[in-house]
């Protein structure tokens, strides 16, 4: 049997079969292919997919696909040369076609997708008196297989359609532009839609797809399909019809009674309130599974947040995935009604340390800020105990001294693990919550317009205000006095017209998601990533002078990440590069 040695032609064609001769190899104790077409060993190929939601390695995080090309972060490290790729992206001129690990991000989607595809052809030659849990299975997978094909889509826009139906002869032919925008999103949600019908709401094991969190990824992706781009990325119209649907499933969530609200907006972020029960109420609706001490060398890391720790002792690496002094800003409020401040947020006092926000009491902040953002002399991560030290930021000179809090754990959890010489947690990471869902919502009643719709929206983002007032109790010092001076208000009836309750929906849906992998895509499906980044550019090159000299971000080109050169190579020129990239 023929064997693949290397992921070749994007990675698509991880088949029991390779297309080349050069590539046959002859492995010992190796399975026939007969021998996996049983229940027991498609369920250890379903659990295989599964292994790869989000399995990217801490090169590979999302973060450095969304957060560092929208205005909320920084690549950090040491200096731009530390993951220079990565520089590229943030500062966006520099994005070169030729970038090796841009494949690897299309190449390890396509690995996670051909697994799903594997185990659903498998399933589908099975009968349900054979597999019981047959439908259920290839609802799963289905979902598996659009939702890395959704992540891949955020980022390079133009990506092959690839379902279990396929041979290796139809993947060599198969275009990434076959499909237009919209077609292509028909597609996926056309994957979440059976997911979501043939899933049902308990699925019995912490981790697997279920009805709701299959409808919560339909909601997203029909938000997305909404906004329909043009060509050249700019925004034709927004689908009324989705935006109705988007509102209508989000309705059917709510009225489950599956998901709440966390008292606490802290509580989404440790370890310790994680969702251990699959009839539990919980905000958390869809995430990463992470393990310690699962009887491998390091277990399953949270490799999101794996290198953002502190350069201290107690850490030890690597201070990368910074917050902005724009996001940070972004916090700020107004003292007298507590909402933000939506054309001014960016001028006047800077907080930059823990001394800063201590010497300017008449600045006010959400709380949100010190749940997103740690600042030398405050507590990191609620540890009253251990205030971020100024030892602990690396590069500081050239990426300020902010840590991002949300995807990292203290030393002290019994979660927490050093990994050679990285740190890391089993801490899960959250792809899609209840709050996110609210906010989806709340976005598609604004963009419908209407009194009726105007008004719950108002209520939806009040609702996550009021959540982020009470969620003071772990932001104190060690003597219990609160660490910044809080204050954020709800939004009043009066003036709540389409235009302003949009200004304030995206700050919203900023502050709440910020460093989560969301905002640069939000961007993008708004239409608005490149003017938002050439605005931010204008300010951050007299912050940030070693290495923002020359950042600038060009219409209609920069919106998506180029194709990989070596993937349209494989490909030999199947693939179409995307717009205003070069052409090999």
Known sequence: MKILKYIIVCGILIMPMACEDYLDVNPKGTMSDSQLNTPEMVEKMVLAAYSHVENDNREQSPWLFSDIRSGDAYKGGSNSADMAWGGDIEVTSTIKES????????????????RANNALARINNLTEAEYPDKVKRSAEMRFLRSFQLFQIKQVFNHVVWVDETMSNDDLLTESNVKYTDQELWGKIIEDFEYATNNLPVDNIDIGRVSKYSAMSFLVKALMYAAYVQNPDYTIDHIDQAKLQRVVDLAGQ????????????????????????STSEVTESIFAVQSTHDDGTTYGRMNQFGMLSYPQSPEYGCCVMHLPSQNLVNAYKTDPATGL?????????????????????????????????????????????????????I?????????????????????????????????????????????????????????????????????????RAQ??????????????????????????????????????????????????????VRWGILGETLNKYYEVEKTRRTAYMTNAAFTLHKHEYLPIPNREITYSKGVYQQNLNYDKI
């Open 99 to 114: 970038s090796v690990e841009y494949a690897y991000k299309w190449e390890r989607a396509y690995v996670a997708i051909s």
């Open 253 to 276: 969530i709510q009225a489950s009674g599956k998901y709440k609200l966390n008292d606490d907006f802290a509580k989404n972020f440790l370890w310790e309130f994680e969702t251990k």
């Open 340 to 392: 933000p401040l939506f054309d001014t947020f960016n001028e006047g006092v800077q907080l930059t340390t823990g001394e800063d926000i201590d010497a300017h009491p008449e600045v006010t902040v959400d709380p949100r800020l010190m749940h997103t953002v740690a600042f030398i002399g405050k507590p990191y991560k609620y540890d009253v105990d251990y205030p971020l030290p100024e030892s602990g």
């Open 394 to 466: 690396r590069g500081g000179g050239y990426y300020g001294t902010f840590l991002s809090l949300k995807e990292v754990e203290t030393f002290n959890c019994p979660c927490y693990r050093v990994a050679l010489w990285f740190r890391a947690s089993s801490l899960n990471r959250d792809l899609i919550r209840y709050d996110e869902v609210l906010l989806l919502k709340a976005e598609a009643l604004i963009q419908l317009g209407g009194a009726g719709n105007l008004e719950e929206a108002r209520q939806i983002i009040n609702q996550i205000r009021t």
């Open 470 to 523: 009470q969620s003071t109790g772990r932001l104190v010092m060690k003597d219990g006095k609160p660490s910044a001076n809080f204050k954020i208000g709800e939004y009043p009836a009066a003036g709540w017209t389409k235009e302003y309750a949009w200004e304030a929906f995206k700050f919203e849906y900023r502050l709440e998601m910020a460093m989560e992998a969301r905002t640069g895509f939000d961007l």
